[in-house]
């Protein structure tokens, strides 16, 4: 058995123990599931997209927006375990939605943690956090917003957006897109407990942003500085090369921009 879900022209097709709503306008589809989870206990996967979000958010406070031309939604994961069986997830979700991308013909990559590019312009913005339900155990909420053309972008980037449509021939569907990410980000938690980031070590090279590349970083306390992106280790930290040494970037809210020569 499964769960089906009739959603204008779409019919989608999910597990029986996911439930999966879309709705038309909703403060933020994070927000809503967070308030879901701690007001009762989390047994199964929880989808929930939103054609319009009026609080939507993103990383280190910016704006999220739900519009027509753009797919935004977020998913409820219940884990069971302590969390440090999880530690570098989001850069864990961004590496299965590039993934997921590639695999649609999309040539997205991963600026570390989890920005989504495509043509070095952002494409898709992720966002993890976490919540205990009323039994007390975890749940992440991760939420994921798409563009889908670069007409209304869903969120704000000072780097430039990207659409899906710039790739000729890919599908605008956002509940062809809903399907394949929804499940891509439940594979993702998944994958981390099993099999932490060896899967991404060795794929790094060929999805990362940047690699090799000169860039700024700017730290959470102003500072810039230039560094060159090398690779990451295997506790998913972003190893640089700052005036000839290895340093490590261990926190995702520091920004990363090339640099122009």
Same mark, same amino acid.
């Given at each position: 058995?499964?769960?089906?879900?009739?959603?204008?022209?779409?019919? #989608?097709?999910?597990?029986?123990?996911?439930?999966?709503? &879309?709705?038309?306008?909703?403060?933020?589809?994070?927000?809503?599931?967070?308030?879901?989870?701690?007001?009762?206990?989390?047994?199964?996967?929880?989808?929930?997209?939103?054609?319009?979000?009026?609080?939507?958010?993103?990383?280190?406070?910016?704006?999220?927006?739900?519009?027509?031309?753009?797919?935004?939604?977020?998913?409820? #994961?219940?884990?069971?375990?302590?969390?440090? &069986?999880?530690?570098?997830?989001?850069?864990? #979700?961004?590496?299965?939605?590039?993934?997921?991308?590639?695999?649609?013909?999309?040539?997205?990559?991963?600026?570390?943690?989890?920005?989504?590019?495509?043509?070095?312009?952002?494409?898709?913005?992720?966002?993890?956090?976490?919540?205990?339900?009323?039994?007390?155990?975890?749940?992440?909420?991760?939420?994921?917003?798409?563009?889908?053309?670069?007409?209304?972008?869903?969120?704000?980037?000072?780097?430039?957006?990207?659409?899906?449509?710039?790739?000729?021939?890919?599908?605008?569907?956002?509940?062809?897109?809903?399907?394949?990410?929804?499940?891509?980000?439940?594979?993702?938690?998944?994958?981390?407990?099993?099999?932490?980031?060896?899967?991404?070590?060795?794929?790094?090279?060929?999805?990362?942003?940047?690699?090799?590349?000169?860039?700024?970083?700017?730290?959470?306390?102003?500072?810039? &500085?230039?560094?060159?992106?090398?690779?990451?280790?295997?506790?998913? &930290?972003?190893? #640089?090369?700052?005036?000839?040494?290895?340093?490590?970037?261990?926190?995702?809210?520091?920004?990363?921009?090339?640099?122009?020569?």
């Amino acid at each position: 058995m499964s769960s089906k879900l009739d959603v204008g022209h779409s019919f #989608v097709d999910y597990p029986a123990n996911w439930h999966v709503e &879309c709705v038309s306008e909703i403060d933020s589809t994070n927000l809503a599931l967070l308030r879901k989870v701690r007001q009762g206990v989390q047994n199964q996967i929880d989808v929930l997209q939103a054609d319009c979000q009026t609080m939507g958010r993103g990383t280190r406070g910016k704006k999220w927006f739900a519009v027509d031309s753009a797919l935004t939604f977020s998913v409820a #994961v219940p884990v069971k375990e302590n969390l440090d &069986c999880y530690t570098a997830l989001p850069l864990v #979700v961004g590496y299965y939605v590039v993934k997921t991308l590639r695999n649609n013909q999309i040539p997205a990559q991963l600026k570390w943690p989890n920005d989504v590019l495509l043509h070095e312009r952002k494409l898709a913005g992720i966002l993890v956090e976490t919540t205990k339900d009323a039994s007390g155990h975890w749940v992440f909420v991760i939420g994921v917003g798409l563009n889908l053309k670069v007409d209304n972008a869903s969120f704000e980037a000072d780097y430039g957006v990207a659409g899906v449509g710039e790739v000729p021939g890919s599908s605008l569907d956002k509940y062809f897109w809903l399907k394949k990410l929804s499940r891509a980000i439940v594979d993702a938690v998944a994958d981390r407990k099993s099999n932490g980031l060896s899967s991404i070590q060795e794929a790094w090279d060929k999805i990362s942003a940047y690699k090799n590349d000169w860039v700024e970083i700017t730290y959470e306390d102003g500072t810039v &500085c230039s560094a060159q992106i090398l690779g990451i280790d295997e506790q998913g &930290c972003l190893l #640089v090369n700052q005036n000839g040494h290895v340093n490590k970037l261990m926190s995702g809210m520091v920004k990363i921009r090339k640099r122009l020569m």
